[in-house]
Each structure stands twice: as structure tokens, then as C-alpha cells.
């Protein structure tokens, strides 16, 4: 049974300091003065039984500053080194840090940290290791050893923790509040909103159904939505009502051409064209995909059409995802908390993807984000050989699983049938000549 305890280490000056408020017993030691604003504090967690379960141990969140928290992992039995322990430390993100994808200021203050190992019955240590807090990155928030300790050293009762060095000192209370859950009211207040047309100006026509949105919130939440409601992706004609009887002919020469002087026809342009100021030509053929409707409304309306000012024809999204990132746009609460038993990874790639198309940065960097935490060593290689090459940064993101992890990810199936059958993989040369390059860089 797990334990914790308080268990100085040299003498200490108490100062306050702060912890996460669901643990009022935690092991976080008083911190000891080192300099005039630096200090060095210990967290340790013991735990008895250790080979009775191979199942790896987590100790409570503890912090080193007001919303600066961290963790500690130990797996009796590693998986990958069957004699040795494994040992980690893992940040676990504030809110900033989560949209940024980068470590806060106040975490990267804390210059090192050293892993330990002892037997709790005679306080004798065992093992203890550098984590260089700097190197920790985004894509791989724990840092640790798989081979910390060999078994054969560890009695039945250990303790395990950290000794952080040189952190920011804090002279003052600090009252931590619990950030509030986003209402599920109102979550759903937004989803039904979607399907109603009242107050929406926007209609989308996706597989078959239909969802209303704002035109202000959309181009408010992504620069391609602002890009096409203002018109920066579309040529746009009106015709002159003075000649409009003697341009007739000549209008009807394009099919989607408005008749009336209200009327805007509106030609789609694809994202690259405007991405690398290619010159914008009108189709020869009419456009389907995105149509506009002016409607002057002067009396109250009687249909849904009456609210509608704008519709697109979605045809390269199925409907769930493309309502999941509007819902989205609307909350920004992310989808990925309601899997339903969806696989967690092709899911996070379709929403990447739709994230990146519509240039909603924070939900490609939190799908991003899922996907690295949902690879695994059979699926990393099929994923960076036939999805991740679109995306230089989620190529990158992989390949770097897939070279920390390759002396298991080359055993598995996936990975030796991509290497006999690289003809069906368009990019295999180049990302093997990259996978080479990082396994045995320059010298």
C-alpha cells in the first residue's frame, strides 16, 4: 500500500509553500534556503509491495509554483528492461502551456532535477539520476530512465521522488482555485444551436444534412473562414443595373451569373491560390461548391432559407467531423473527451486534418498532441510512412517516436511489410533517408 511521508533531509527554514489542494499529506519538503531568491525542495513517495504488481505507480501532483505541476512514474516491472525498474518525471500542462505547446517561464526556472531511489526501512540510497528540465519537450513530457534500477537492489518497501534544484523562492501564500469545468449546459446549448437557422447567416450541406453557424464567430475563429466571407478567395461581379438589360446576353455566359442587381455570384478559389498568390481565373464550368444567396429582408422571415446569406457544399469531410470542429469554433472545448469507442488516433488524424484545412491552429495543435500520445510502436510506422508525410511538422512529430522507440517499432509487422513493399508507400525513400539520418546523424 502506498504511503506518503514527510522526511527532512537537511536541516530547513520552513517557508510555505504549495501544493495541489487535494493533497493535504503530500511529501513536499519545507524548502531550504540556497541563495537570496532560490531554494531546493524534495518530493518523495513510498511505497510497499513493489513485486506484487508490475503495474506502473503514479504519486499525487505536486508543484513547484502557483500553476506549475508535476508527477512522478515508477513501474516495478519495465516491459522494455524485464530486470529494471523504470523511474520518470512528467509536467502535466497548465492551460497556457496546452495552447502553446511550449514549458512556462516558471517551470523553466527550475535548472534541474535529480531522481532517486531509496529503501524505506533504512533510508540507504539506492539510485539517483540527472533529468535535465530543459530538455524536456512537448511531445515527450516525462523524462526517466527504463532501466532506472535493476530489481535485484530494491527490497520490498522503496521510496521514490525528486530533489529539484534551484527553484524560485515563494514568500507568499498562495491560495490555489480549482479552474472551473465548462458547463455541459452550455456545451449543448451550442451544439443544438447548430442545427437551428435562427441567427445564423451560414448554412453548410454536409453528407446529406445541414448546420447553421454565425459568419462573425467563424471568421472571429479561423482566417479561412474571414478569408471567404470577405471575399479574398473569390472573384465577385455585380451587375450594373444601368446595363443590365444590354449585358444579358453576355451573363447568361456564366451559368451561376445573379439576375438581379442585388445578386453576387461568388466562384470558388482553392486555399492554394491564395496561399501562394496564384492568379485567380473564373472556371469555365460553374463551381457547386459555394454559393451565395442575398436575401433583403424586409419583412419577418418564414423559412429557414430566408435566414441563410451564405451556402457552402461540403464534399471532402464526413458530417460528424466537420460538426465536431464547429462545436469547436463555438466552445472551444475539444471532441476528444467523447470517443464513443472510436479509435482515439484516426480520429485525432481527421480532426488534425480539418484543423489544418481551415487554419484552426489550436485544435491542429491539440490533435496533434492526441496523436502523439495515442501511438503506439505498430501503428507510428504506418502512420508516418502514409498520412504523416502531408504535414512536415506531424511527420516530424512521429518520426521522432518512431527513433526513440525503433529497436521496438522495426520488430514490429507493420514496419517489416512497409520495408518490403515500399513501392505503395510514395514517400518511403524519402523518410527512411530521414529515419537513417537522425539513427546514425553526421559526425
Known amino acids: ?58 504519486s499525487p501532483p505536486f508543484s513547484t509554483h502557483t500553476d506549475t505541476f508535476w508527477q512522478l512514474k515508477f513501474t516495478p516491472l519495465c516491459s522494455e528492461y524485464p530486470d529494471y525498474c523504470s523511474l520518470a518525471l512528467f509536467w502535466i500542462r497548465n492551460p497556457d502551456e496546452q495552447k502553446s505547446g511550449r514549458l512556462s517561464n516558471e517551470r523553466l526556472h527550475v535548472t534541474k532535477a535529480l531522481l532517486f531511489v531509496k529503501d524505506s526501512d533504512s533510508n540507504r540510497l539506492i539510485e539517483k539520476k540527472l533529468v535535465n528540465i530543459k530538455s524536456f519537450r512537448n511531445r515527450w513530457p516525462g523524462q526517466g530512465w527504463g532501466n532506472f534500477v535493476q530489481r535485484i537492489y530494491l527490497t520490498d518497501r522503496i521510496t521514490f521522488g525528486v530533489e529539484f534544484e534551484t527553484i524560485p523562492l515563494q514568500q507568499s501564500e498562495i491560495t490555489l482555485i480549482p479552474n472551473e469545468s465548462y458547463p455541459n449546459t452550455l456545451k449543448t446549448a451550442w451544439e443544438e444551436q447548430l442545427e437551428l437557422p435562427t441567427g445564423s447567416d451560414v448554412q453548410f450541406n454536409v453528407e446529406g444534412h445541414t448546420l447553421y453557424a454565425s459568419s462573425k464567430i467563424l471568421s472571429n475563429r479561423s482566417q479561412y473562414f474571414k478569408d471567404m466571407f470577405q471575399g479574398d478567395w473569390c472573384e465577385v461581379s455585380k451587375p450594373n ?203
Not at 430566408?306 to 465536431?324: L, M, Q, R, V
Open 1 to 58: 500500500m502506498a504511503t506518503l511521508r514527510r522526511t527532512p533531509i537537511t536541516p530547513i527554514t520552513t517557508t510555505q509553500m504549495q501544493t495541489a489542494p487535494i493533497y493535504n499529506s503530500s511529501s513536499i519538503m519545507p524548502p531550504e534556503p540556497t541563495s537570496q531568491n532560490k531554494v531546493t525542495m524534495c518530493f518523495q513517495y513510498s511505497y510497499s509491495g513493489i513485486f506484487n504488481s508490475s503495474q506502473s505507480i503514479f
Open 241 to 443: 443595373s444601368s446595363s443590365s438589360s444590354s449585358s444579358s446576353s453576355s451573363s447568361s455566359s456564366v451559368a451561376t451569373t445573379a439576375t438581379t442587381e442585388t445578386d453576387t455570384t461568388i466562384e470558388e478559389v482553392t486555399p492554394e491560390d491564395i496561399l501562394f498568390n496564384h492568379d485567380i481565373k473564373p472556371p469555365i464550368s460553374p463551381v457547386p461548391s459555394i454559393t451565395l444567396d442575398s436575401e433583403t429582408i424586409s419583412s419577418p422571415p418564414t423559412s429557414s432559407n430566408s435566414y441563410t446569406k451564405y451556402k457552402i457544399f461540403i464534399t471532402d469531410c464526413n458530417f460528424e467531423i466537420f460538426k465536431d470542429m464547429l462545436v469547436f469554433l463555438y466552445t472551444d472545448q475539444t471532441p476528444f473527451t467523447k470517443n464513443n469507442g472510436k479509435d482515439q488516433l484516426s480520429y485525432a488524424i481527421e480532426i488534425f486534418s480539418i484543423a489544418d484545412k481551415y487554419l484552426i491552429d489550436d485544435l491542429r495543435y491539440r490533435a496533434m498532441q492526441i496523436i502523439w500520445e495515442s501511438l503506439t510502436d505498430d501503428r507510428a510506422a504506418e502512420i508516418l510512412f502514409s498520412v504523416a508525410t502531408n504535414w512536415p511538422d506531424l511527420k516530424e512529430c512521429v518520426l521522432d517516436y518512431v527513433v526513440n522507440r525503433f529497436n521496438f517499432v522495426r520488430k514490429t509487422d507493420t514496419f517489416k511489410n512497409i520495408k518490403s513493399n515500399q513501392s505503395n508507400y510514395p514517400s518511403a525513400g524519402e523518410v527512411f533517408a530521414e529515419l537513417l539520418l537522425k539513427l546514425v546523424p553526421d559526425s
